[in-house]
């Protein structure tokens, strides 16, 4: 019997479509049918100037948007040659990080809630709350936040900002603890997980799978730590890795995950660097709203760059980031304009889905949403 | 930091070992070189992708076990209008390489990585989807992310941005 598993349900993230082949319970075949979410973003780059696609990037993968925003902004300034003051790059860090506990938040919540655990999606969404208060004390807004830009940061963090993440800090270990609580020693979580929706190492190198799907498989590569962008270097964390490849492994890589990350904003606080927040590059980078009102170049160029945008020289780069769900990568093209000619967004998910045919043929029906919810994926990112 | 001026000639580039072992093997599968920006990017002859791509997985100096990804450039009007990029990683070496094959515009076709990666199913499906080019031993050559009686391909330049309905 072939059964649809629709663009709309509550346990497929998104818009996915699952195709599925089965006979009784069991999954012979499985086809995943994308496209819905499509909006056609990479086509609507080309018309942008480079600093209008920047809120364009947050809507791609939209639970990590602070981190797309690094991916395209870090691609951008790869391609002019930009050095970035060290301040600027520490706070990227820090909101990177940040991003990926809401992201994991939102994964670890909506997965237990397919499974059945429903406690869990509230106390997530409890700690996300405060994040996304965090970020809008920052940018203004809550998710879409559109931070950073091509040689910086948008803006100072307002005074009590630093307080309040060390606050967070402070209490969100315990928390962790909590959803570890209810969740990793529990015999029904272990019975839905343990030994579901396996996938090998090769398997997964085979397909394309990076972050957690790859990780908690047995490969040990996270591009923080191997290909370090943005001064991930400075900083002390470990990387998570489980050797079973099935859908507990993976849980056990992002819980652990979180608790790295929350260590990685510490660290951040604590050695956060003085300095300006955007790079001194006058044609490119917009100037300090004090100097645009009082001295005429800075009106200037602000006008200009508002206006015309600034041309990147010709040429190509391709900028990989470890988002939530693994290598999220931008290929920008440029042909000399102001205009970016091509940009394309390697997103993670649209390589990790295809795992989940191998992970799911054989198997149950119910293990086909504990499969999708260990794959982690967002359909915009899958659509773009 | 201004930026270093970009290596483009061949001749300075053969040591590389991505370049150095697929001139090894067949000196005519690779057109051209560059290295811009702290990235190698190497032009490969239309024929030989698959097989430089399986050499460079098992490369015992380097081996570039990891499909990042696959995308495609229409550089309409100017021919050859469509260049097929392959970014492969090597995980051991933490290395990446630029694969690129110029593709001219009337009925593009290359031939498919599926073999080598099941992994290059979607990536293949994306760039036939949204700029026509046709992979050949492709085991499921559909739209993915149009609808499947989408008209057009549009990604490419002749197509307006606004779309046609």
Redesign the interface.
């Known amino acids: 019997m072939i059964l649809n598993m629709g663009p709309q349900h509550p346990s497929t993230h998104g818009v996915l479509r699952v195709l599925l082949e089965i006979d009784g319970e069991t999954v012979v075949r499985l086809m995943p049918d994308i496209g819905f979410l499509h909006t056609g973003i990479e086509k609507t780059c080309e018309a942008k100037f480079y600093q209008q696609v920047v809120p364009l990037t947050d809507r791609i993968d939209y639970l990590c948007p602070l981190t797309n925003n690094l991916c395209y902004v870090l691609a951008v300034e790869k391609l002019l040659g930009l050095e970035i003051p060290p301040k600027a790059q520490w706070l990227r860090v820090l909101l990177n990080e940040l991003t990926r506990i809401n992201s994991h938040l939102v994964w670890l919540g909506t997965h237990a809630l397919d499974i059945g655990a429903m406690t869990v999606f509230l106390y997530c969404f409890r700690e996300r709350e405060e994040i996304l208060r965090l970020f809008e004390m920052v940018s203004g807004q809550r998710m879409m936040t559109s931070y950073f830009r091509v040689g910086g940061i948008a803006l100072e963090p307002p005074l009590g900002f630093f307080d309040r993440v060390r606050d967070f800090a402070g209490y969100f270990p315990e928390k962790v603890d909590e959803y570890e609580n209810l969740l990793t020693g529990n015999p029904i979580w272990g019975m839905r997980t343990k030994g579901v929706a396996r996938i090998t190492a090769e398997d997964a190198l085979a397909l394309g799978a990076t972050g957690p799907t790859l990780r908690g498989s047995g490969v040990d590569f996270d591009l923080r730590r191997d290909m370090p962008y943005s001064s991930y270097d400075k900083f002390q964390f470990k990387v998570p890795v489980s050797q079973e490849g099935d859908v507990f492994a993976r849980y056990m890589c992002r819980v652990q995950e979180l608790r790295e990350s929350i260590g990685i904003v510490r660290q951040a606080l604590d050695g956060m660097p003085e300095g300006p927040i955007k790079a001194d590059a006058p044609g490119i980078v917009l100037p300090d709203r004090e100097k645009m009102k009082t001295q005429m170049e800075s009106l200037i160029y602000h006008f200009k760059i508002i206006t015309e945008g600034f041309s990147v020289p010709a040429g190509e780069v391709y900028q990989a980031v470890e988002s939530p769900r693994g290598e999220m990568g931008y290929y920008i093209v440029s042909d000399g304009t102001a205009k970016p000619y091509r940009v394309h967004m390697r997103s993670a998910c649209f390589a990790n889905l295809q795992t989940l045919a191998t992970m799911c043929e054989g198997r149950l029906l119910a293990d086909v949403v504990a499969a999708i919810g260990s794959i982690d994926i967002v359909l915009g990112e899958i659509d773009r | 930091?201004?930026?270093a001026p970009?290596i483009t000639t061949l001749e300075e580039l053969k040591e590389h070992p991505a370049v150095a072992r697929l001139l090894s093997w067949n000196a005519a599968s690779v057109e051209g070189a560059k290295y811009?920006?702290d990235?190698m990017?190497i032009y490969v002859e239309r024929g030989s992708i698959r097989e430089a791509c399986a050499l460079l997985k098992e490369d015992a100096a380097c081996p570039f076990?990891?499909?990042?990804?696959i995308?495609c450039?229409?550089w309409y009007p100017s021919e050859p209008r469509f260049e097929v990029?392959y970014?492969l990683l090597s995980?051991s070496k933490?290395e990446?390489v630029?694969l690129k094959v110029r593709l001219d515009g009337n009925s593009p076709a290359l031939e498919s990585l599926t073999s080598l990666?099941?992994?290059?199913?979607?990536?293949e499906r994306?760039v036939f989807d949204?700029f026509g080019v046709r992979f050949t031993g492709h085991p499921y050559l559909r739209?993915?992310?149009?609808?499947e009686d989408w008209e057009g391909h549009?990604?490419r330049k002749d197509?307006p941005?606004e779309?046609y309905r």
Do not use: C, Q
């Open positions: 930091m201004p930026l970009a811009d920006r990235e990017s076990n990891f499909l990042s990804d995308t450039v229409d990029i970014h995980m933490k990446r630029r990666w099941p992994g290059a199913n979607y990536f994306e949204l739209r993915i992310l149009m609808p549009p990604l197509y941005v779309g």
